[in-house]
């Protein structure tokens, strides 16, 4: 099944919301919760960072039987260096945000550590493509 | 007992049907069918927020009467500490537990002071090498019942100790069987309770195959009992033996300070437990040792059981607990060597109760249409058709459990094109009427 979502621009009240309505469709889809766990934290991550340095964009989700496939997009302006964002406790987070107790560095390496597959496609000033794969059986 | 007992059960008499319970229940577990409420056992975790919403006070805990406590010879009580809060604070502790020696009972054992043996065992946990942090408190049955369902991720993070009141039922037994010499099958211990979810721990425990306490009384229950007999009840027996770190534990934030971690989170109310465990299960927690989550708002005393105001009895409580710090000069009370062990029998596992289907292609297809009908359905939330909110009724119709005209809203459409299509047939007339 497919599921969109729009994720709101600087909003950190709502940030979140898709991953955590993602995440209650997985449970009801009986999925392990280990499997839940692995999609709706590197969601949520790949979410945040949308909200935050993306300038908003919106979540593209494919749930089949065997894997859950996560498509954040934004418009933003792209990550300068990738393997540097890629670094634990690497941040380009402004004071504000961090003071909201985001921005802390882990976003990458969290999507790294819980995604399956991630592949990120970002380009200077078009914005990001994260891809996310979480399969339930492995 | 089965898996499935509760202590929290319907009043059909009283019930309206009304829909304040429903909107309040954490995990979704009423929904009102021909006029009363219902609750699916298997999603209930008898945390007693419908008992306190009711306005009717069609919600109720079964506990047990008084009167369990005449078939056994030797009778011990043993309160929970939300007890001190109840009375007004010039009654010492030791006249509050005396007290229960004038209400039938032989002798008292104060759950606050098998607190003080969890807490220490907690204490010796959290030092440990490997335990999975947050560790997250198991004295609240309602909280456990809640990662049971919710949050199976959590279930490793639960501290498997025995709760005070088992670890006091047991104390106080073996006490009594060695020290008066009674045969253990002749004594009684009952425990005095502001908590609904207690009674179901004792009749249906998770974490043993049967509980040590043989009946379990409500505070209010015996409340005026109590209170009649206060004033002319001779203290000069000794009964308080708890330090303040036990008499503590009744209030949110009393069992964290007890296990003296610099960080520990505490969080009371179960809407607020949720947010919090929602939280540790996405690793958004971050450097806190120990969490204790107690369902009701403001900890045990304000269990829907007890009859004190929540906020008045925690201003009690704060007076017998500096009256035992002072008596203290603030250091803990020994605890007595206690060699038997205090970690659960039995493991808990997860109940995914709201999964759709055993097959995750027939689940899909039913998320799918779950979804559908939910895009469909008018998103007012109005609990009408007896469910708590929209996605709910999308979600008993794929289950098969409601209809979509359960809904008034989509009723009225329907009416509205039936109506219409008779209106149409009215106008019409068989050619040879003319």
Redesign the interface.
Known sequence: ?N?HYEIPSDDLAHAGEAS?SVKK?L?????D??R??KA??SM?EAEINAVIHGGGGSAEVT???DKIVIRIIDNGPGIADLELAMQEGYTTASDDIREMGFGAGMGLP?MKRYADELDIQTRPDKGTIVTIVVY?HQ | MGEYFHSVTLDEAKCKGCTNCIKRCPTEAIRVRHGKARIINERCIDCGECIRICPYHAKKAITDDLSVIDSFKYKIAIPAPTIYGQFKPEYSRNRILNTFCSIGFDDVYEVARAAEYVSDATRKLLSEDGAKKPLISSACPAVVRLIQVRFPNLIDNLIKLESPMEVAAKMAKKKTAEKKKIDPSDIGVFFITPCAAKATSVKAPYESKQSSVDGVISIKSIYLKLLAKIDRTDESRQLAQAGFEGIRWANSGGEGLAVETDSFLAVDGIHNVISILEAVENDKIESVDFIEALACTGGCLGGPLAVENVYVAKTRIKKHVEASKAVQKGSRLPLEPYDESIVWTEEIAYKPVLKLDSDIEKAMKKLETLERINKDLPGLDCGACGAPSCRALAEDIVRGNAYETDCIFKLRERVRDLAAQMKELEEKSPPTMG
């Open positions: 099944m599921l955590s469709m449970v009801q889809l009986g999925i919760p280990v839940i766990k709706a934290v949520y749930i089949d039987s969290n339930f």
